[in-house]
């Protein structure tokens, strides 16, 4: 039986524990996991900030080998590697028609039901239901995630890099280069410098990003934002107010300011750094009862600001997945550097403890 790191309740440790997992429906396959990054947004399950049916297995920052094809399935094959997409993308609905495969109506419904396509998991423990995160749940040693959402890797790249590929690089990679408007030469500011923040912080300067501004709590991180191509660094912790300080550095705000962590707070933070016409983007996901404090005369209209919400990067997964591969495998895209962490299953717990540590980036689990 494959063991899978299973929520239980709110507020408890994981249990890794022994699941039956069935075969793939028709449209489906089976993956036998090879490495799962440990995001943010698992650990958002655990505190109740992100609400899914419980038990159910976390993760959705995997990839993996494929051992098995539903019915139907003709466009992958057993041995390929596959980078799971939390939000499988059908290509032919109204927003997949419209390069808005983020928001696939397919795929977001399976996404947020604890099941896969048709709102079922083929998990299960004594007979009883796991549901399964983002229809991925990644923490296992064994998944059945829809066709529609695997995108075929080349062997070549190691299964930990596509991981990572599958949530913190595309979600933040696609934020600066997909969602915002980057212009050559233009200044951005990043809050928030954890495993996603610094995947935008890559795409900003591969977007042509002059000045990259790195907001952080946490001295660590700042440390390998600059690595990852930030050219200032903020603390508030010790630096005063993160906006004073960004108009000090950049005189009239930023052209865009993203918020990737996800409180209220540093959103309307992000929202008083952007200069007269430029752009917020909320790339961090706040609980669901945030509501923010926005002056819609002054900052949207006579300052003529945006502000816009980005899921998963905007991205195509079956056109960006490709993509990103191809920039990591020509040395244009920093993964290795992200992995801090390379952990057993049995690690999940301690892994999300240490996420707010300065040292950890990302902690992968390797099967
Ligand atoms: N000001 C500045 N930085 C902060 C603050 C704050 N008030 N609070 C937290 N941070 C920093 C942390 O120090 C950490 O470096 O934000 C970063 C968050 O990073 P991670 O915990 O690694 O989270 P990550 O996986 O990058 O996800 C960030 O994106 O996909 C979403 O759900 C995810 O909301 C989460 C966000
Ligand atoms: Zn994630
Ligand atoms: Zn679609």
Redesign the pocket.
Known sequence: MPKAAIATAVGSPLEIVDVDVADPKAGEIRIQMGASGV???DL?VVNGVLPIALPAVLGHEGAGTITQLGEGVDNLSIGDHVVVSWVPQCGVCFHCERDEGELCEVGSMASMSGGLLDMTSRVSRDGVPVSVMAASGTFAEEAIIPAIGAVKIDASIPLTAGALIGC?VL?GFGAAVNTASIRKGDTVVV???????LNVIQGAKHAGAERIIA????DG?LATAKKFGATDIVN?STDGDAVAKVMELTGRGADVAFE????GA?IEQALQMTRRGGQAVI???PSFDTMLSINPAMDLLVNEKQIRGCWYGSSNVHRDVPMLAGLYSSGNLMLDELMSAQISLDGVNDAMAN??SGEIARSVIVF
């Open positions: 995001c943010h947004s958002s913190g979600t809050i928030g410098c954890g495993g996603v923040g907001v952080d709590m946490v991180k508030p990737v962590i996800g409180l540093t790339v961090g996901v996420m707010g």
